[in-house]
C-alpha cells in the first residue's frame, strides 16, 4: 500500500498534488511519502513483534535510499541503519540514528572506514572474509580497543530476481564460506582485537520466495549451535534484508507477517536478538519520479516514442536490471490506451525504460510517474551526461519540502578543475 492515489483526476502523494511539486521544483523530479515510509516500517516491526520475535533491530538498509530527511523519519520510529560505506554512516550519524543501531557492511570496507566506525561507535562490524577479519583485528589493537563483529555468511542459498542482486550462492563474492566460519569465530573469540556477537546473512534482494529465506535461516540456526556447541557464545543473528515489493508485473511478494512466521518458527526460540535490514521493501513504494514528456514521435511503421525528460542517469533500474516500473500519467487524459516505448534523452538505446507500454494518450507537456521508484532509484543515480542530479522532495500530508536541490551547472563545473599545462 502506498499513498499516491488520483485526486480530483490528478496524481497526489498523500495531501499534495505531483504537479505542484513538479512545477515548483522542475522536472525530472524524485517525491517521496512519509507516511508510506512509516507504514512499511510498522507493518515490519510489528509482523516481527507479533511473530513472537522480541525486541528486533531493524536496521533499515541506508543504500536503497539514503536521503538524510528519509533516514531521519525511518530514524525517529526506532528504525537503525545498515550501512556500507563510511558515507553512509555518516548520513546515518547526520539524521541522528544512534551509532548503537548503526551496523557496517560490505565486502570491501578500507582501514580507513573501519577506522571511522570504530570510532563512531558502531553496533558492529560485519566481516564477510578472513583478509578482513585480519584488517578489523589490527586497527582495532591499534586503537586498543575490542571491535564488536559479527561474521556475515554465504549460506549457499539462490535467492533474488536478478543475478545482478543476488547474493547469497557459494560463488558470489559476498561472506565467509559455511566451512569457515567455525575456525573465524574461534578465531575472534581468541583476539585481543576483536569480539564476535553474532552471524549476519544476506542472500539477494527483490526475493519473492519465502522458502529461500527459510532455508537460509534454518543454516544460521545450524551455526549458531554448533558455535553455542564449541562452547562460543552467540548472541545477535542478522538475517539481512531482501523482502520483494510488488513492481505491478510480478507476483505479489510475501507480506511481512508470512515472512515473519516463516522465521520465528526456524529461529524463535535460538535465545538471540534479531537483527533485520530491510531497504526496498521501506522504500521503493514510498517513492515515484516524476517527468514530463518532451516529445512525442510517430514513426511511419506505427511505433511511438514518448521522450521524457527523465533518463536512465536519473533512474536506472530499467537499463541495469531490465526493471519494470509502472508509469502513470499525472492527469490521465481521456481516450483509448496505446503503445509507447518510453525513452529518455540519453544518447544510448539502453535508455528505455518501457516497450510497448499501453499507456492513456500522452502529448508534449504532459507529466507521468514512474512508481516504486523510492528505492535504488536516486541512490543510483549519475551526472552521465552532464545532466545534474535529480532533485528529492518528502511530502507529509499537506507539507513538502525539497530535501535535496537540484545542483545547477555552476554547482556540477565547479567541481573540476584544468591542470596547470592547459
Ligand atoms: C542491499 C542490502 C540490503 C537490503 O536489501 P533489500 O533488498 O533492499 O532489502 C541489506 N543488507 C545488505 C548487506 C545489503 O547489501
Known amino acids: ?99 548503537d543501531r548503526i551496523l557496517f557492511s560490505g565486502v570491501g570496507k578500507t582501514a580507513a572506514e573501519i577506522a571511522f566506525a570504530l570510532d563512531a561507535g558502531v553496533l558492529e562490524i560485519n566481516i564477510e572474509s578472513e583478509p578482513e577479519l585480519e584488517l578489523v583485528e589490527k586497527v582495532a589493537r591499534d586503537k586498543g580497543v575490542r571491535a564488536d563483529v559479527a561474521l556475515r555468511v554465504n549460506p549457499d542459498v539462490k535467492a533474488g530476481a536478478h543475478d545482478k542482486i543476488s547474493t547469497g550462492k557459494a560463488d558470489s563474492k559476498f561472506g565467509v564460506a559455511l566451512q569457515d566460519v567455525g575456525r573465524l569465530y574461534a578465531r575472534a573469540a581468541n583476539s585481543a582485537g576483536l569480539n564476535p556477537v553474532g552471524l549476519a546473512c544476506h542472500i539477494g534482494s527483490q526475493i519473492s520466495d519465502l522458502a529461500s529465506m527459510e532455508e537460509a535461516a534454518r543454516k544460521m540456526r545450524g551455526l549458531v549451535e554448533g558455535l553455542r556447541a564449541e562452547g562460543l557464545s552467540v548472541e545477535r543473528l542478522d538475517l539481512g534484508g531482501g523482502l520483494g515489493v510488488p513492481y505491478f508485473n510480478q507476483p505479489e511478494p510475501p507480506s511481512p507477517a508470512e515472512y515473519a512466521a516463516r522465521i520465528a518458527a526456524v529461529v524463535g526460540d535460538l535465545g538471540v536478538q534479531l537483527a533485520f535490514e530491510p531497504g526496498r521493501m521501506i522504500a521503493a513504494n514510498a517513492g515515484v519520479l516524476v517527468a514530463k514528456v518532451l516529445y512525442v514521435i510517430a514513426r511511419p511503421d506505427g511505433r511511438r516514442f514518448v521522450v521524457l525528460d527523465a533518463a536512465m542517469n536519473d533512474l536506472l533500474r530499467p537499463a541495469m536490471y531490465d526493471a519494470f516500473h509502472d508509469i502513470r500519467p499525472v492527469r490521465p487524459r481521456e481516450g483509448e490506451a496505446l503503445a509507447y516505448d518510453v525513452v529518455g534523452p540519453i544518447c544510448e538505446t539502453g535508455d528505455t525504460f518501457a516497450r510497448d507500454r499501453r499507456l492513456p494518450p500522452l502529448e508534449a507537456g504532459d507529466l507521468v510517474a514512474f512508481m516504486t521508484a523510492g528505492a535504488y532509484g536516486a541512490t543510483m543515480s549519475s551526472e552521465y551526461n552532464s545532466r545534474p542530479l535529480t532533485p528529492e522532495v518528502l511530502v507529509n500530508g499537506d507539507r513538502w519540502a525539497v530535501v535535496r536541490a537540484r545542483p545547477s551547472y555552476e554547482d556540477m563545473l565547479s567541481r573540476e578543475s584544468s591542470p596547470d599545462w592547459l
Open 1 to 99: 500500500m502506498n499513498h499516491f492515489e488520483l485526486t480530483g483526476g490528478e496524481l497526489a502523494c498523500e495531501g499534495v498534488s505531483l504537479r505542484r511539486i513538479a512545477e515548483d521544483v522542475g522536472t525530472p523530479v524524485y517525491v517521496y511519502s512519509t507516511a508510506t515510509l512509516e507504514r512499511h516500517y510498522q507493518v515490519l516491526r510489528e509482523a516481527l513483534v507479533g511473530a513472537g520475535l522480541g525486541d528486533p533491530l531493524i536496521a533499515y538498509a541506508v543504500k536503497a535510499n539514503s536521503n538524510v530527511a528519509v533516514l531521519r523519519t525511518l530514524g525517529r520510529l526506532g528504525a537503525g541503519a545498515d550501512t556500507v560505506s563510511e558515507g553512509e554512516i555518516r548520513r546515518a550519524l547526520a539524521a541522528q540514528i544512534p551509532a
